[in-house]
T-cell receptor, first 116, second 114 residues
């Protein structure tokens, strides 16, 4: 079975450019997460969707970040304009239903973003 | 705010030895805990979980221990293999609060020497 699919796997972009990260969750999963991982801050939840609706975006750093989930099989995380401090690995994850307990969250392989 | 932390950032063991990775948590409302394994260049992968009504849970070669009195969690890996080399994260969740939210620790790098 295909897991969570993310693209691009790696991106290097110049400061000020728009970055769009894409995610295809596991088919049938109703919950989708975007996480950011850095050495300094570890894994941080950016935004959580349930049934395509954003439930919690309190982790989104600032207005430069936006996320959408137009349908159950696709989500995007956009950074505009990008800054060097946005360099990180961005993970998309999905789970069958809301609630972590007893409900495995599956992570994608990540999108490695470098902003120069 | 409350957070999950790790005692040891790195751990080096010999192949075949047992490994113990520790984690301290401070949110007394957390009632569900997970250990994840993250190999280089990959996303975190679920290893084992435990609810707060238990103090021990065993899987295949792995055991998680929970001590709620001192808010401590550990992951024991038996007969550690080179394939176990990875970063291990503990994560906590309050199923009665924001039940979707996991708070991750910073991670411990486990290196297995052949």
């Amino acid at each position: 079975d295909a897991g969570v699919i993310q693209s691009p796997r790696h991106e290097v972009t110049e400061m000020g450019q728009e970055v769009t990260l894409r995610c295809k969750p596991i088919s049938g999963h109703n919950s989708l997460f975007w996480y950011r991982q850095t050495m300094m801050r570890g894994l941080e939840l950016l935004i959580y969707f349930n049934n395509n609706v954003p439930i919690d975006d309190s982790g989104m750093p600032e207005d430069r970040f936006s996320a959408k989930m137009p349908n159950a099989s696709f989500s995007t995380l956009k950074i505009q304009p990008s800054e060097p401090r946005d360099s990180a690995v961005y993970f998309c994850a999905s789970s069958l239903r809301q609630g972590v307990a007893g409900n495995t969250i599956y992570f994608g392989e990540g999108s490695w973003l470098t902003v120069v | 705010g409350e957070s999950v932390g790790l005692h040891l950032p790195t751990l080096s063991v010999q192949e075949g030895d047992n490994s113990i990775i520790n984690c301290a948590y401070s949110n007394s409302a957390s009632d569900y805990f997970i250990w994840y394994k993250q190999e280089s260049g990959k996303g975190p992968q679920f290893i084992i979980d435990i609810r707060s009504n238990m103090d021990k849970r065993q899987g295949q070669r792995v055991t998680v221990l929970l001590n709620k009195t001192v808010k401590h969690l550990s992951l024991q890996i038996a007969a550690t293999q080179p394939g176990d080399s990875a970063v291990y994260f503990c994560a906590e969740n309050n199923s009665g609060g924001s039940n979707y939210k996991l708070t991750f620790g910073k991670g411990t790098l486990l290196t297995v020497n052949p």
